[in-house]
């Protein structure tokens, strides 16, 4: 599995039965971070999904974000912009060298951004398809209307995708991506809401306080 980035969008797609409403006006999508540099010419290599390593290309122009914003679709900063001479593929990342970092010291700079890219230069959506960066912080509830927490974090694990949701005192939950666990996802107004019965007691409707098997904590 590729390192885990809180940033890093893998595609993710849902089952016919999960309610969609999917995103407008957000420009850019975030597809990495920049991990490390890669020798004394300028090269840094990006940590991303497999699934979005062909997403970047030569011409292609990188939005590098820093500081505590970085993960967001919009911040106060404007982003730096770079323009991708060349890319391959380096472990689970890719390695890229960009016109304008020419040297080790000016890439040992850029360390650490997240890396964002005009949504328009992806390849197209299908209405069942968004990007993780699309729901990573978004707020989850149950059908009752209780407040679970934020998203935080989404694990690969092969068969589906497992949300992270940080209940912040009280811990995780883990909730299967899933049909019939995730009822809805409004990547607009990033909300996500998930069966009742996964938070156990917590949503009123599970007396023995035995959780839904779809569900755990950590």
């Keep these: ?53 062909h997403s970047i290309g030569v011409g292609t122009i990188l ?30 990342g890719i390695r890229v060298r960009c016109d304008e970092v020419r040297t080790r010291e000016q890439a040992e700079r850029l360390v650490g951004a997240v890396v964002r890219v005009d949504r328009g230069s992806l390849p197209d959506l299908s209405d069942s ?5 699309d729901i990573l912080g978004a707020r989850v509830s ?16 092969g068969a589906n995708d497992v949300y992270v949701i940080r209940r912040g005192d009280e811990g995780e939950v883990l909730v299967p991506a899933v049909a019939g666990s995730i009822l809805s996802v409004d990547t607009e107004a990033r909300r996500i809401v998930i069966d009742d019965r996964l938070i156990g ?18």
Excluded: C, W
Aim: glycine share 14%; charged share 20%; hydrophobic share 30%.
């Design 63 to 92: 939005q590098l974000h820093f500081g505590t914003q970085a993960a967001a679709s919009v911040s106060d900063t404007p982003p730096e912009r770079l323009s991708v001479a060349s890319v391959r593929a380096e472990g689970p």
């Design 201 to 218: 007691n917590d949503s009123g409707n599970d007396d023995d306080g035995v959780g839904y098997d779809g569900g755990g904590s950590r």
């Design 142 to 157: 149950t059908a009752a209307g209780v407040a679970v927490g934020i998203l935080s974090d989404i694990i690969a694990t």
């Design 1 to 53: 599995m590729p390192p885990r980035h809180e940033q890093t969008p893998r595609l993710s797609s849902k089952s016919s039965k999960i309610d969609l409403e999917a995103p407008s006006g957000k420009s850019s999508v975030a597809i990495g971070s920049i991990e490390k540099v890669h020798g004394i010419g300028g090269a840094f290599v990006v940590g991303i999904d497999p699934s979005m390593k």
């Design 129 to 133: 398809e968004y990007y993780d960066s």
